[in-house]
């Protein structure tokens, strides 16, 4: 199994521009809320998919994928492996063009549904993450703050 082929990656971070992220919790200290921030601020468009929540980053949050009214480029899958054979029929039944899997949610059965589908799979990888290295904001030592020292001049 292997679904975090880098040429992929980049594919799907390039060409989307909707993101449903299932899971995403209104708590920010949550890893799923930073991500949807950090999506949004990066000019994507972020659709929470959470039946708890009415509102997160200023969105309306959907309870299911079948009630999101637009068409989704990305399903990010904040969710426990065992949800993700569903949340991929939901997928495809939505016409989405991926399903991506944060770190942790693996799940062979979901993949294959989603395969089966007709969308791109990518698995056990952060979308913040990939996103931060393929954009340039990350490089091998870290966060590319795009200094040359780390010597601060004066007090602070």
């Known amino acids: 199994m292997s679904y975090q082929d880098a040429l992929t990656i980049q594919r799907v971070l390039n060409s989307a521009r909707t993101i449903a992220i299932v899971g995403l919790s209104g708590n920010e200290l949550r890893a799923s809320y930073f991500v949807g921030y950090y999506m949004k601020r990066h000019g994507y468009r972020v659709i929470p998919v959470n039946p708890r929540e009415s509102s997160i980053l200023g969105e309306v949050s959907y309870p299911s994928l ?39 949610v693996v799940n062979q059965e979901g993949a294959d549904i989603a395969e089966a589908g007709g969308l791109t799979v990518i698995m056990d990888r952060c ?28 007090l602070q």
């Open 66 to 104: 079948a009630d999101v009214p637009v068409p989704i480029d990305v399903v990010n899958v904040f969710r426990a492996p065992a949800a993700l054979p569903q949340i991929a029929t939901d997928a495809v039944a939505a016409g989405a063009g991926a399903l991506w899997t944060q770190f942790g």
């Open 127 to 154: 979308l913040k993450v990939e996103h931060a290295r393929y954009v340039g904001r990350m490089h091998w030592l870290g966060f590319n703050t795009q200094r040359i020292t780390s010597v601060r001049s004066g």
